[in-house]
């Protein structure tokens, strides 16, 4: 898409296509009927209120608000690292499309790798930690992109960089689900539904904001300010993360 249609316009159809997905996020959200973990409602006024309420209480819930920030917050570094990372490779380190293509699969790899781990550590570590350990390896892989570019830049940190990103996914999808699913029951919410819906609008949510305020950034300070205020605001979110019980 790079040759055929030159680099704004693939991202440009990218970004169309992440508002497409939480778009069609928000309809189903809407039309598709939540469910339940507590007893049936068979009324349906009473049904009706009940999801209003299972909403509401949902979005001003401290525990719930911090882990859709996470999520929100780590989708958007890999929205800003990604994009950037194919600049940087080739006007820095004048890498070939193939050869660059081969470094962001790092991510995909770690990523295969740090699920299964996250998953098993899930039902032994408290998920609040673990979510946390996303947010330290987000800020992490901002750290290893600056000093990358220091001098005559370091490729292998940013091969670093791009592990690190996979890391802070992996735990971040496999135990961000599953601790919003622990708020539900914890606090009585109310719908799984409709908690899942809202991690799931913090990733495309992320994927927005994050090119859009890290490249803002970059465009200004450069590349390297930019990944280190994504990464700062990572690490900023960890005292709130924490005091998740």
């Known amino acids: 898409l790079f040759h055929r249609m030159g680099r704004k316009k693939t991202f440009q159809l990218a970004a169309a296509a992440v508002l497409a997905n939480a778009g069609a996020q928000l309809a189903l959200m809407?039309?598709?009927?939540?469910?339940k973990h507590a007893k049936q409602i068979t009324d349906t006024n009473s049904v009706q209120r009940e999801e209003k309420k299972?909403?509401?209480?949902?979005?001003?819930?401290?525990?719930?608000?911090?882990?859709?920030a996470a999520t929100v917050l780590v989708n958007a570094v890999v929205g800003f690292i990604k994009p950037v990372s194919q600049v940087i490779l080739d006007k820095e380190f004048q890498i070939e499309m193939v050869a660059r293509s081969c470094i962001i699969t790092i991510a995909t790899a770690t990523y295969l790798l740090g699920t299964p781990l996250a998953g098993k550590l899930g039902d032994r570590v408290p998920r609040a930690k673990l979510l946390t350990t996303s947010l330290v390896a987000m800020s992490l892989s901002t750290v290893f992109l600056a000093l990358a570019r220091v001098g005559r830049g370091r490729l292998w940190l940013f091969n670093v960089c791009v592990g690190s990103i996979g890391?802070?996914?992996a735990f971040s999808g496999s135990v961000g689900q599953a601790l919003m699913a622990d708020l539900v029951d914890r606090h009585e919410l109310g719908h799984y539904s409709l908690?899942?819906?809202?991690?799931?609008?913090a990733d495309s949510l992320g994927l927005i904001v994050g090119p859009i305020l890290g490249l803002a950034i970059t465009q200004r300070f450069g590349a390297s300010v930019g990944a280190l205020c994504l990464?700062?605001?990572?690490?900023?979110?960890i005292p709130a993360?924490?005091?998740?019980?």
């Open 54 to 68: 299972s909403f509401r209480t949902l979005l001003v819930n401290r525990d719930v608000r911090a882990v859709v």
């Open 167 to 169: 890391i802070g996914l």
């Open 231 to 237: 990464g700062g605001c990572c690490l900023l979110l």
């Open 30 to 35: 809407t039309l598709a009927p939540a469910t």
């Open 195 to 201: 908690a899942f819906a809202l991690t799931d609008m």
């Open 241 to 245: 993360v924490l005091r998740i019980q």
